[in-house]
């Protein structure tokens, strides 16, 4: 069985800064995808970024930026020049490759982004 | 764009009360789901529908049951509502291309089971 884990429950960060949330998984699938999402107190779920495991090559979107390791199956967030907008819950998240979309998480890292 | 739009948003129940939680998408979607997200538990798949007419449990089914009424609508019941119900449920649907590009999450029902 797929499993994923956060190992941090909280973290914080002074506006402006980087920081980086931890994410590992364990599969024995070859062909499997990988997200961030952003769950802020309006309790949205938003896509952050996504990671096609046959890709080497680490997603980025504008700020956001992951640091995938396939061999040691670690999957980490890094989000640069933090903003207060980016205080929320971060969840990682996998499933495995084929037509349906089912999701499993991590247990999510709060993220609080300090003035 | 609606996207997914989930009722209620909040919803209280008596124990063995029983409700039914709608969600419908206008995305076209074929794929939809069931989350139940618990504090410290991340969010858990409940129930899934690959299409109109097939529903599959997920990993925590026992207490619900589904209905994937046409394309656009998935619905979840509680027949018989307990405290350990209580949860922020989330449906949500994704395209059916088999690249895994993204699920769109309605914004939820916080239910409280008493």
């Known amino acids: 069985a797929q499993t994923v884990t956060q190992s941090q429950p909280e973290m914080s960060v002074q506006e402006a800064e980087t920081v980086t949330l931890s994410c590992t998984y364990d599969t024995s699938e070859n062909n499997y995808y990988l997200f961030w999402y952003k769950q802020p107190p309006s309790r949205q779920m938003i896509l952050v970024i996504r990671q096609e495991a046959y890709k080497q090559q680490n997603a980025t979107e504008n700020r956001f930026s992951v640091n995938f390791q396939k061999a040691a199956k670690s999957f980490s967030l890094k989000i640069s020049d933090s903003q207060l907008g980016d205080t929320a819950m971060y969840f990682c998240a996998f499933t495995r490759g084929g037509a349906t979309n089912k999701l499993i998480f991590g247990t999510g890292t709060l993220l609080a982004v300090q003035p | 764009n609606a996207g997914v739009t989930q009722t209620p948003k909040f919803q209280v129940l008596k124990t063995g009360q029983s409700m039914t939680l709608q969600c419908a998408q206008d995305?076209?979607?074929?794929?939809m789901y069931w989350y139940r997200q618990d504090p410290g538990m991340g969010l858990r798949l409940i129930y899934y529908s690959a299409s109109e007419g097939t529903t599959d449990k997920g990993e925590v089914p026992n207490g619900y049951n589904v209905s994937r009424l046409n394309k656009r609508e998935f619905s979840l019941r509680l027949e018989s509502a307990a405290p350990s119900q209580t949860s922020v449920y989330f449906c949500?649907?994704?395209?059916?291309?088999?690249?895994?590009?993204?699920?769109?999450f309605g914004q939820g029902t916080r239910l409280t089971v008493v």
């Open positions: 949500a649907s994704s395209e059916d291309t088999g690249k895994n590009t993204e699920a769109f």
């Open positions: 995305m076209n979607h074929n794929s």
